[in-house]
């Protein structure tokens, strides 16, 4: 399997997040309980994980600074040019990491918007991961491409998800 993953709200509690001036870069912001030993214990399996993130490269940097030697690819809005559900943020994600179409079922995407992060996967041919424990977003999907393929009540579940997923496709 190879993990894309979203920050806010997926990894970092987005009403932690500091910034000097609105839109500006993030100062100081915490990871969710056990986000970091999560994507640690991840790296640690030996699966390939790559940040798809809407939002400045600067704060990642912050945001994600403790775990940061675990990402083999970093994408973001800011360098891309476009936003999830764009598929340039998911082709760019494939170029980072060096995968072609044949690697699509290997692929999940994991985050907490239904319109960005789901659908942008459900339509990119990749599988859908709702992170579904936090109360900023409506996760109430409006649309079939919104409804994602699995859901996750708790980023510690991320890894047995993933050698659930690694067990059927053996
Ligand atoms: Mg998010």
Redesign the pocket.
């Given at each position: 399997m190879i993990l894309f993953i979203?920050?806010?709200?997926?990894l970092c509690d987005?009403s932690t997040e500091v910034r000097l001036v609105p839109g500006g870069v993030v100062q100081k912001a915490s990871l969710f309980p056990g986000a970091a030993e999560t994507i640690e214990q991840i790296h640690a399996l030996g699966i390939p994980i790559c940040l798809v993130?809407?939002g400045l490269d600067a704060s990642f940097q912050v945001i994600l600074r403790n775990v940061i030697g675990c990402f083999d690819g970093w994408v973001t809005s800011e360098a891309v040019g476009a936003e999830k559900p764009s598929p340039l943020m998911f082709e760019a994600a494939m170029k980072a990491m060096e995968l072609s179409d044949s690697d699509k079922p290997q692929i999940l995407m994991v985050?907490?918007?239904v319109r960005?992060?789901i659908a942008g996967a459900n339509r990119f041919g990749i599988l859908s991961v709702l992170a579904d424990y936090s109360p900023r977003?409506d996760m109430t999907p409006h649309a079939p491409d919104e409804v994602p393929r699995f859901i996750l009540h708790d980023i510690c579940d991320l890894p047995a998800l993933i050698r659930h997923l690694e067990t059927q496709k053996n």
């Open positions: 979203d920050c806010g709200d997926t987005e993130a809407d985050g907490n918007n960005k992060d977003y």
